[in-house]
């Protein structure tokens, strides 16, 4: 297969996945260009964090392709996807998972300690985002001194922190409720368009998912749709929780 469009940042195509025979991912294609919020939705197991760890090169699909620019990560060693992700990417799991003996700060700086930036530059930028989420009085606090909407606003922090090209995001407010869930999305959203930041979404909520530019649905590892990373609502506008 050629190399996809220069205005695709991140994309996958044809992918499918069936561990042990079972399809979880069946031919599926999307795209997201530089600074686009995509969002992936669809009712639980419908393939979802399986198409988000194809795309971070967590996971191999058995068949397809996935590039991030004109880097074909399925073609990648494993030390060389991590080194990818290392890299280019921040990840947002739908459940905290922190460094138990790091402080707060110190959780939020990891990827950026990682890959070798400075520590006082990296305490600098997690301080800056752990600020942002009102966690700054918390920064020496280590994880089970939080409460776990605080833990799971950390790891957003830390994710957001590193200034990724793509950030991955699976059911990332899966864990918050009212006005947490909205600041969240509005930081999220705020960085993203700020940093032109590429973010892959997958939500089962309504809110979740209106923060994005376009919307793709799977069901049952297939997407739904006239095409391939085709919007819902055609012209949507941005929410009111965009910035």
Known sequence: MAVPPDNDLLRAVGLRHAPQGFPVLTDVTLGASTGEILAVT???????????????????????????ADMPVHNLTASQRERFRREHLGWIDSEPHLVPELSAWENAALPLLLRGTPRRTAKSAALEWLDRFDLGALAGERPHALAYSQRQQ??????????????????????????????????????????????????????????????????????????????????????????
């Open 154 to 243: 950390l790891c957003v922090a830390r994710a957001i922190a590193m200034e990724p090209a793509a950030l991955l995001a699976d059911e990332p407010t899966a864990a918050l409720r009212g006005p947490e869930r909205a600041h969240v999305l509005r930081t999220l959203v705020s960085a993203a368009r700020s940093n032109d930041i590429t973010v892959v979404i997958a939500a089962t909520d309504e809110e979740t998912a209106s923060v994005a530019d376009r919307t793709l649905r799977l069901y049952d590892g297939r997407t739904d749709g006239d095409g391939p990373g085709s919007p819902e609502q055609e012209g949507r506008e941005e929410c009111s929780l965009s910035v």
């Open 42 to 68: 669809g009712p639980r197991a419908a393939g979802k964090t399986t198409l988000l760890r194809c795309l971070s090169g967590q996971l191999v699909p058995d068949e397809g392709e996935v590039w991030f």
